[in-house]
């Protein structure tokens, strides 16, 4: 099986490192895959760094492509990766979230009746203002395979008609085969902590993440944001500033008092080790969500809606949207739930996801 895999954006790489490192590490599966890069991240500390410290195989294909507006940078990926699965022919294409990459892939690959191979398909925000969620949808309809982070991410797919077909039937972009694999973040952590060499001896603060375009692009939303951090002045945080971001708090003229510490992005081995020794997490990602809790740190959104709602009904996240009291009130009354349900599988997210392929 020659499968192509498209990827773009931070969360994409660590989730191929999961993937792409078992099928390297198993050849006897006798699944070849052909790793493409759009180039969606193009910053040295966006994407170089993260197949450099996380071992990623290089990517046989890089696009180049950059930033631009949504339609600009689809529509050249969607030509790019055309070109490609046209030359190189491939069994499958597979895709990771819901990033404008995961979309690009998806369409191009559909159009000329390539299955699509989705991971961490079924999430849902419910709110179709968010590029993610348009993107998410969209590729789960496209998709033939889809690998579910969670039962509902399942459950979500059912409502919308997208259900398992009959084992005796073969799968097709009409015909799905849907199934619950477990969460390909859960295994990176617990295989990446294992091997993190990166120590941080600080432990008294808050780590901060912003940027997500429902806030960085709404001024009202930031400025709001912005205000709420600064009124938690007696809390420290560290904020490792995405370059869009910085840039548009620089554009407005929005700061930070002495207790925010701004730093340039960092790899995943840094980010893990300060997910890690935080007392809690304050952002509007969601994977960060979901890595606050594989290491057992509370953590207070500022987004309305989240995929992610079984943190949400387990007291592990908390939802503010940008309104700047419930930021303060949440910060302060954050606080570490007693239980630690199992959420997520158990960590062997890539082994199923294979055998289900081979099958």
């Known amino acids: 099986m020659h499968i192509l895999t498209v990827i773009g954006a931070r969360p994409q790489f660590v989730k191929a490192a999961v993937l ?38 290089h990517p046989d294909v890089n696009l180049h492509l950059g930033s631009g507006t949504h339609g600009k940078m689809t529509g050249a990926m969607l030509e790019g990766i055309e070109s490609l699965l046209l030359e190189k022919k491939p069994d499958a294409l597979l895709v990771y979230g819901d990033t404008n990459s995961t979309l690009a892939g998806a369409l191009a690959a559909s159009k000329l009746l390539v299955p699509v191979i989705h991971v961490e398909a079924g999430l849902r925000s419910f709110m179709m203002a968010m590029p993610e969620e348009q993107n998410r949808r969209l590729t789960d309809h496209l998709s033939t395979f889809l690998f579910c982070p969670t039962k509902t991410a399942v459950k979500n797919l059912e409502a919308e008609g997208i259900i398992d077909c009959d084992k005796g039937q073969k799968p097709t972009s009409d015909k799905k085969r849907v199934r619950m694999t ?25 780590l901060l993440t912003i940027h997500r375009q429902e806030n ?40 930070f008092g002495s207790h925010v510490k701004l730093i340039d992005p960092i790899g995943y081995f840094e980010m893990i080790a300060y997910e890690e020794n935080c007392k809690c997490v304050l952002t509007d990602s969601g994977g960060v969500q979901k890595e606050a809790f594989f290491f057992e740190k509370p953590c207070v959104t500022m987004r309305d809606s989240t995929e992610w709602v079984e943190l949400v009904e387990s007291g592990w996240n908390t939802l503010t949207g940008a309104d700047e009291q419930k930021i303060i009130k949440s910060v302060r009354d954050v606080k570490r739930p007693l239980v630690v349900p199992t959420l997520y599988g158990k960590g062997n997210c890539a082994d199923q996801i294979c055998k289900i392929l081979m099958k």
Do not use: C, W
Not at 183 to 190: P, Q, R, T, V
Not at 229 to 250: G, M, Y
């Open 20 to 57: 792409s490192r078992y099928l390297r590490d198993n050849p006897s599966l006798g699944i070849k895959e052909m790793l493409v890069h759009t180039g969606q991240h193009y910053d040295a500390n966006m994407s170089d760094v993260f197949f450099k410290e996380m071992d990623i195989p």
């Open 216 to 255: 960085t692009d709404n001024i009202g939303r930031l400025s709001s944001i912005v205000k709420a951090i600064n009124a938690l002045s007696d809390e420290r945080f560290i904020f490792p500033v995405h370059p869009r971001t910085r840039k548009i708090l620089a554009l407005n003229n929005l700061s």
């Open 182 to 206: 477990g969460d390909i973040m859960y295994e990176a952590s617990l295989y990446y902590r294992a091997h993190n060499n990166v120590k941080i001896d600080d432990k008294d603060f808050i």
